[in-house]
C-alpha cells in the first residue's frame, strides 16, 4: 500500500511539474514522448523499462520492438541495463537552453543494483524528429563503483538487417550486416529498403569513445561510448554519492524516403544548427577568410616579415591573420636556435623574431582591419620549458611511470601533459594572459592531448599515471582528459567570449577528425593540410568536405594548404568557399593585378556572408555525388531558413562533358530567383523555386578542370 501511495504521489508530482509541457505525458505506466512528428512510448512496469513504440507520425512502421534493453552498462564487472530490476522513483519534466522538451524518467536499483540511482532524460524538439537522449548515474551505494561498457541507447529495431544497409563514416559509406562504428560515426544512418524508411543514430560522446553499433545481437542498435574490449576503452568511476552524466545521443527515424543522405541535408542539418549548440553556430561575428602563415614560412619568420604579410593580406580582402608555431620559446633555449617542438611549454614570445613583443605586430594588424591569431600546442610541454621541470608531475605518463610523447612515434623533445592535473589551470591562463597582454582574438590549439592520429600502437593513449589526482587509470584519463579540455575552452569562452578557437584534428586524436563534441565547445577544427597544385589539391578538398559535411557544419572545416601566390588559386578559392576559407602562401609574390582579383572574390564572399549567412548551410545538391575523378562536382550553400538565397559551386574535375543541368532544391516554389555569376553579379537567368527544382539551369564550361560560383537571389 506504502508503495502504492508512493507511486501515485510522484505521478501527481509529474503532472504538475510538466504543467505545459507539451511534448511529454505520463498514462498509466508509459510515459509519452510526442511533439507532433515522432512518438515515442517508454512503459515501466515489473522492474523494466523499455519502450514499446517509436514512430513517425502518420506511418504505421514501428522502428523499435517490444523487447530492447533501453540502456546498458556494466558496473563492477556486473552486466546492467533496462531489465536489471528498477523501481520507479519519479518522472520530472525535463528541457534545455534550446528548445528541448521532455521528461526525465527517474530509477533506483534493485537486487545487484541497489544503491544504484540511473536518470534517463529524453527530448524532442519542435518541428523535427528528434529524440535526444541522456543518462545520469548517482551512487548511494556506500562506495566506489567502476562504469563500463555505456550504452546510452538501446534499440531493436523493427525492420530486418538482412534486407537493410548501414550508412557510416560521417553517413557516407555502405555497410552490411553487423557493424560496430568507431570515432568517425558522429552519424550512422541504418535505412531499410522494404519499408522505404530508416533512422539516423547520433552519437555526441567525444573523439575516439564513440561507438555507434548495428545488429551486433540481431537488428539491435547500440549508441554510446566505447566498450572494455575496444581499442580505447571508456571508464569511469564514481565516488560515493558522487554522480555523472554522460555524452548525449540522438535518434532520427525517417518514413517515404530512398535516400539518408535527403534526411542529413533537412532533418539532420537543422537539428545540427537550431538545437545542438555547436560553437560556430552560436557566435554572432564569424571569420570569413584567414590567412595563415605556416607553409611556406615554416617556424622561419619575424615581425618584419609578419608585418609585411599582414599589409598584403589586408589588400586582398583577409579578414584574420594567424601566426603559427615557431613565435615562442622555452625558458632554458632563450637565445638559442631549436625547433618550434623543443620551445612548446612556457610560451614565451621570441624575442630574437619579436623584439618589441607581439603586441606592435597584433597592433600592425588590427589597423590593417584584421583580427590576430595564434598558434599554441594545448597539451605539450618541451624538456627544456619551466613548466615540465617545475611540474614533472603533469606530464601523461606511460606504464613505467615515465613522461611520454603521445604526438608522434619519433624522439621529439616533446612531453604530453596531463588535463588529469594542474596542467589545465595553468594553460588557461597562458591563453587568457595572451588574449589580454596582445590583444588575442583567434587561437588554433593543436597536437595529441589523449591519442595521436600518427602513432599506430592504439595502447600509447591515455595517461597510466598513478598519482594524477583526476583519474585513476588509463582506460578512465581518456574521458577525464577530454572532459578537461572541454572545460578548458568552455572558461576561455567564458572570460574571453569573442575568443575564436581552432581546435586541430591533431587535438581531437585521429587523422582528419571532427565531431559534434569537439564543435559543441570550439569555433572550428584544422581538418588537415592539402597542398597539392590544382587540380589536385582542390578536388581533395573538396572530396573531404563533401565526406564530413552531412554530419558536421562545414565552415568549421579549417583546410590547408592552399597559397595565394599560386597560378590557379582563383579556381582553388571557390573550392575553399564550400567550407572556411583558409588561405596560406608567400603573399609577396602577388602582383598587384592578382591581388586586385582576390579582392574582388574575397569582397562577394564577404556580401554573400553578410546577405544570406551562408556559411550555416551546406547541401549536396540532386545527380552530384561524391567528388571523382573524370566527373562534375557540386555543391550549394543555400539558407533554408529564409528561402532568401544563398551560392551554388560547380566543378568539372576531369569529366568529357562540357556541361550539366544543375537543379536546386529548397527554395520557395512560387517565387523567382535571380541566378547571377560570382563575383561579377550578372544575371544568367530568372526561375521560379520550383522551376530550380525541377528543370535548374545548364552550366558550360570548355575547361576540362574548371569551376564557376553563382548566387541565387530571390527577387519578387
Known amino acids: 500500500m506504502q508503495k502504492y501511495l508512493l507511486t501515485l504521489i510522484c505521478l501527481l508530482l509529474f503532472v504538475i511539474k510538466t504543467k505545459g509541457n507539451d511534448f511529454a505525458t505520463w498514462n498509466n ?5 510526442n511533439n507532433g512528428l515522432v512518438t515515442r512510448e517508454i512503459v515501466i512496469d515489473k522492474g523494466i523499462i523499455c519502450t514499446k513504440i517509436l514512430k513517425i507520425s502518420g506511418s504505421d512502421i514501428n522502428f523499435n520492438s517490444e523487447d530492447s534493453k533501453e540502456f546498458s552498462l556494466i558496473i563492477n564487472g556486473k552486466q546492467c541495463d533496462g531489465q536489471s530490476g528498477w523501481d520507479l522513483i519519479s518522472f520530472v519534466s525535463a528541457s534545455d537552453i534550446r528548445k528541448g522538451s521532455g521528461a526525465t524518467v527517474k530509477l533506483r536499483g534493485t537486487k545487484a543494483f541497489n544503491g544504484i540511482e540511473v536518470d534517463i532524460t529524453y527530448l524532442l524538439y519542435p518541428d523535427l524528429p528528434v529524440i535526444r537522449k541522456q543518462i545520469t548515474l548517482l551512487n548511494n551505494s556506500g562506495k566506489e563503483i567502476m562504469i563500463e561498457s555505456l550504452d546510452v541507447e538501446r534499440l531493436l529495431l523493427g525492420f530486418n538487417y538482412v534486407e537493410s544497409v548501414a550508412y557510416t563514416n560521417y553517413g557516407r559509406q555502405k555497410h552490411l550486416s553487423t557493424y560496430v562504428g568507431d570515432w568517425d560515426d558522429p552519424v550512422v544512418a541504418v535505412h531499410s529498403y522494404s519499408y522505404n524508411a530508416g533512422i539516423l543514430l547520433g552519437n555526441e560522446s567525444p573523439g575516439v569513445l564513440k561507438r555507434t553499433a548495428y545488429n551486433t545481437e540481431y537488428n539491435n542498435v547500440e549508441i554510446g561510448l566505447t566498450h572494455k574490449e575496444d581499442r580505447y576503452p571508456f571508464r569511469k568511476y564514481i565516488k560515493d554519492k558522487d554522480k555523472w552524466t554522460s555524452p548525449q545521443v540522438f535518434a532520427i527515424p525517417y518514413v517515404n524516403s530512398s535516400d539518408p543522405w535527403t534526411i542529413m541535408n533537412t532533418s539532420l542539418a537543422d537539428f545540427v544548427r537550431r538545437h545542438m549548440g555547436l560553437r560556430i553556430n552560436e557566435i554572432k561575428k564569424r571569420p570569413t577568410v584567414m590567412y595563415n602563415n605556416y607553409f611556406p614560412f615554416d617556424d622561419r619568420f619575424n615581425d618584419t616579415l609578419m608585418v609585411n604579410l599582414a599589409k598584403v593580406a589586408s589588400e586582398c580582402g583577409v579578414t584574420q591573420f594567424e601566426i ?3 613565435w615562442h620559446v622555452a625558458q632554458d633555449n632563450i637565445g638559442k636556435k631549436v625547433s618550434w617542438v623543443a620551445n612548446t611549454g612556457d610560451w614565451i614570445i621570441d624575442r630574437t623574431k619579436f623584439p618589441n613583443g607581439l603586441k606592435p605586430v597584433f ?11 595564434l598558434w599554441i600546442s594545448v597539451g605539450s610541454a618541451a624538456s627544456a620549458s619551466k613548466v615540465f621541470k617545475d611540474h614533472p608531475e603533469w606530464a601523461v605518463r606511460d606504464e613505467s611511470g615515465k613522461p611520454v610523447n603521445l604526438h608522434s612515434a619519433g624522439d621529439y623533445d616533446l612531453n604530453t601533459m596531463c588535463f588529469g592535473t594542474g596542467w589545465a589551470g595553468y594553460i588557461k591562463k597562458k591563453i587568457l594572459d595572451l588574449v589580454k597582454e596582445v590583444g588575442l582574438s583567434f587561437v588554433k590549439l593543436d597536437l595529441t592531448i589523449a591519442t595521436s592520429a600518427y602513432v599506430t600502437d592504439y595502447k600509447k593513449s591515455g595517461c597510466s ?4 589526482p583526476w583519474h585513476k587509470d588509463r582506460e578512465e584519463s581518456l574521458i577525464v582528459i577530454y572532459e578537461g579540455l572541454f572545460k578548458l575552452f568552455d572558461e576561455l569562452h567564458a572570460e574571453a567570449p569573442d575568443l575564436y578557437i581552432d581546435c586541430t584534428f591533431e587535438t581531437e586524436g585521429k587523422l582528419q577528425l571532427i565531431d559534434y563534441a569537439f564543435c559543441q565547445h570550439a569555433e572550428g577544427n584544422w581538418l588537415t593540410n592539402i597542398g597539392e597544385p590544382f587540380p589536385v589539391g582542390a578536388f581533395r578538398i573538396r572530396n573531404l568536405t563533401w565526406w ?17 601566390d599560386s597560378p590557379e588559386f582563383i579556381h582553388e578559392l571557390k573550392t575553399l568557399t564550400g567550407s572556411f576559407p583558409i588561405v596560406l602562401g608567400d603573399l609577396r609574390k602577388l602582383s598587384e593585378e592578382k591581388k586586385t582579383e582576390i579582392r574582388q572574390w574575397t569582397d562577394w564572399i564577404a556580401a554573400m556572408q553578410k546577405k544570406y549567412s551562408y556559411d550555416l548551410y551546406r547541401q549536396d545538391l540532386p545527380s552530384f555525388g561524391e567528388p571523382t575523378e ?4 557540386a555543391w550549394s550553400r543555400i539558407n533554408t ?13 576531369g569529366s568529357l562533358d562540357d556541361q550539366r543541368m544543375v537543379s536546386v532544391p529548397g527554395l520557395e516554389k512560387k517565387r523567382f530567383y535571380s541566378i547571377k555569376n560570382a563575383p561579377s553579379g550578372e544575371e544568367i537567368t530568372k526561375m521560379t523555386g520550383q522551376e530550380l527544382e525541377e528543370i535548374g539551369f545548364k552550366v558550360k564550361m570548355t575547361e576540362k578542370y574548371d569551376s564557376k560560383l553563382y548566387e541565387l537571389e530571390l527577387v519578387d
Open 324 to 326: 603559427d608555431c615557431g
Open 465 to 468: 599515471a598513478k598519482d594524477h
Open 641 to 653: 531558413d529564409t528561402r532568401e538565397g544563398g551560392i551554388v559551386g560547380i566543378f568539372r574535375q
Open 630 to 633: 573524370g566527373a562534375w562536382d
Open 363 to 373: 597592433d600592425e594588424i588590427r589597423k590593417a582591419g584584421m583580427e590576430p591569431g
Open 29 to 33: 505506466n508509459i510515459l509519452i514522448l
Open 548 to 564: 564530413k559535411s552531412p554530419a558536421l557544419p562545414a565552415s568549421s572545416f579549417i583546410i590547408g594548404n592552399l597559397q595565394m
